[in-house]
């Protein structure tokens, strides 16, 4: 079973449109959840990370926590084509991060 | 200007040789991370260190070697063990915020093994 799990997509939105990223997650002692942006051939960008129960938001993006549920989300409000990437979900237990495979976004004009 | 760096960016070696690849920050972090990336995968750990001359083996460890002999510097060795050394090669260091462990990556080399 793996640990971070995430549907690879691709997903793919218009422009203008809400995208809505999901991940699971297997250890229920997990302490941290981060949300990286990975363009083409690039190395990853830390986006978002949120620690507590409930929602976090910062600019068009808004990070989704439910420890009980084991779930983290990631939605992008007004996606761009700017915004078409991959998009790995990462969790912290015991020090270390677990990523999972990624999820490809597509905002199409 | 802070930040981290690795090098070089394209890396070509042949089949039996062992090569290092270089990371660097200047970021003051104490914790720094080897991953490797296939294409279509996440990111595996290779090795990672938490401390000046300290490091752990990652999940994906054999084939490769490790220093840290300084807080700075974390260079990554690919021996010719390592079986399928193609791939894209991260670096990453991480400051404990509270246990957040918020990891911020360097640019990448890309190795090609023939």
């Known amino acids: 079973q793996k640990e971070v799990e995430q549907n690879s997509g691709p997903l793919s939105v218009p422009e203008g449109a809400i995208a809505s990223l999901n991940c699971t997650y297997s250890d229920r002692g997990s302490q941290s959840f981060f949300w990286y942006r990975q363009y083409s051939g690039k190395s990853p960008e830390l986006i978002m990370s949120?620690?507590?129960?409930g929602d976090k938001e910062d600019g068009r993006f808004t990070a989704q926590l439910n420890k009980a549920s084991q779930y983290v989300s990631l939605l992008i409000r007004d996606s761009q084509p700017s915004d078409s990437a991959t998009y790995l979900c990462?969790?912290?237990?015991?020090?270390?991060?677990?990523f999972g495979q990624g999820t490809i976004l597509t905002v199409h004009p | 200007d802070g930040g981290i760096t690795q090098s070089p960016k394209y890396l070509f070696r042949k089949e039996g040789q062992n090569v290092t690849l270089s990371c660097e920050q200047n970021?003051?972090?104490?914790?720094m991370y080897w991953y490797r990336q296939d294409p279509g995968q996440g990111l595996r750990l290779i090795y990672y260190?938490?401390?000046?001359?300290?490091?752990q083996k990652g999940d994906i460890a054999e084939g490769y070697s490790v220093s840290r002999e300084k807080k700075e510097s974390f260079p990554l060795t690919v021996t010719s063990a390592q079986k399928n050394p193609t791939a894209f090669y991260l670096c990453?260091?991480?400051?404990?915020?509270?246990?957040?462990?918020?990891?911020?990556f360097g640019p990448g080399t890309r190795l090609t093994v023939t």
């Open positions: 990462a969790v912290t237990y015991n020090g270390k991060l677990t």
């Open positions: 260190s938490q401390i000046v001359n300290d490091f």
């Open positions: 970021l003051n972090h104490d914790a």
């Open positions: 990453a260091s991480s400051i404990d915020r509270g246990g957040s462990y918020e990891q911020y």
């Open positions: 949120i620690y507590s129960n």
